[in-house]
């Protein structure tokens, strides 16, 4: 009695039913992820601008003399460098604007908002690139 080998034509669409519904799921994350770690070079050049704010706040206790360029706050980039068009900061309030880059544009800006709790500075982030999750 010979055994047939292979698989049957119903299995085979089996599988590229299974593999079609996983790519449906993988793909859009994977992306997703791409962007996240993509952004992560705008949210990391905000990291001195925060140390900044928190260090002027320390020896001011008054946010609205933390502005780009005094109390220890670095000066604001306002020439694109990097994957930044611009950073700012206002009265402690750190704004960062990314290039238009890998479907990036200027409405997924990055900002972090001094929040006083007790004497110590927390931030708060906000900006289109919160709203659509690529930063938290």
């Known amino acids: 009695m010979k055994h047939a080998k292979g698989i049957t034509y119903f299995e085979f669409l089996i599988v590229v039913g299974v ?16 962007m996240r770690e ?27 003399v933390c502005d780009a360029g005094t109390n220890r706050v670095p000066a604001a980039i306002t020439q694109p460098k990097g994957k930044i ?20 544009t200027a409405k997924h800006s990055y900002i972090m908002t001094p929040v006083i709790k007790g004497k110590e500075v927390t931030w708060k982030a906000s900006g289109g690139a919160v709203d659509d999750g690529f930063a938290s």
């Open 19 to 34: 593999l079609g519904m996983l790519a449906t799921f993988a793909i859009p994350a994977y992306k997703n992820f791409k």
């Open 85 to 104: 068009a611009s950073i700012t900061v206002v009265d402690g309030v750190i704004t960062v604007i990314p290039v238009p880059y890998n479907g990036f």
């Open 38 to 64: 993509s952004y992560h070079e705008v949210i990391e050049a905000a990291a001195p601008f925060k140390a900044g704010v928190s260090e002027c706040y320390q020896v001011s206790h008054n946010l609205a």
